[in-house]
């Protein structure tokens, strides 16, 4: 247990000193919100958008920002060749795992960034219910954390992968979408938390069979 748990934070600790050295997800991954939010803006104009509609435009930041820089998790081990190296120091799971931590940290400040530049110059969305935005920012990162890992995973041995990773995500990741923007809508209209219930249910229910699919699934396509 505790080698894996050694071998977890080792993976995760390259991934964060390579990240920081090249900084490509993180760049890549900042330009997309900032060009795409600026877009948003000069689109919006004057025009008076309800905070129910600008909920669906936060989350489609989010995902096509997370598909613009997590794609290169497994990639960059293929085009660095470091892939056998990886078999021969870690478990599977252990790979696995510091992959999905480096991949939540990443997202998760992603999320943080893009969520109060959206505050702050997206006039029409205000937050009425903080404690379920709040909630449903955590359980989003979560949820889109875990899926674009193990997604990586699959496609990193394509031919295609820059254009079969968001191909592949989207059907994936569209039931957590959908419930995350509701979400989103309920806590800017003021509702009470308990009527996020059923939402959080399903954002739980889906981090939960997700990892556990990859959990299970992962050191089969890792060997492959």
Do not use: C
């Not at 960059?76 to 939540?104: D, Q």
């Not at 359980?139 to 990193?156: C, D, Q, V």
């Not at 295609?160 to 800017?188: C, R």
């Amino acid at each position: 247990m505790r080698e894996s748990l050694a071998a977890t934070l080792t993976i995760f600790k390259k991934d964060l000193r390579s990240e920081m050295r090249t900084r490509y997800a993180l760049n890549a991954l900042l330009m997309f919100v900032i060009t795409t939010l600026s877009i948003i803006l000069f689109s919006i104009g004057n025009e008076n958008v309800s905070p129910e509609l600008l909920s669906g435009v936060l989350w489609i930041i989010i995902f096509f920002s997370t598909m613009s820089g997590l794609s290169r998790t497994f990639v960059s081990e293929e085009e660095r060749g470091t892939v056998m190296t990886l078999h021969l120091i870690a478990k599977p799971l252990s790979i696995y795992f510091g992959k999905l931590l480096f991949n939540l940290l990443l997202l998760g400040g992603l999320n943080i960034f893009t969520v109060l530049l959206y505050l702050l110059f997206v006039s029409g969305f205000t937050v009425l219910n903080y404690s379920i935005f709040v909630t449903t920012i955590i359980l989003g990162t979560l949820g889109l954390a875990s899926g674009s890992t193990i997604i990586a995973a699959i496609i990193a041995k394509a031919n295609t992968k820059g254009t079969l990773y968001p191909v592949l995500s989207f059907p994936i990741l569209l039931p957590l979408l959908l419930t995350v923007i509701n979400a989103t809508k309920l806590s800017v209209s003021g509702a009470q938390f308990s009527e996020s219930f059923g939402e959080f249910q399903i954002l739980i229910s889906y981090l939960v069979v997700l990892t556990a699919i990859s959990f299970l699934l992962f050191e089969y396509i890792w060997k492959e």
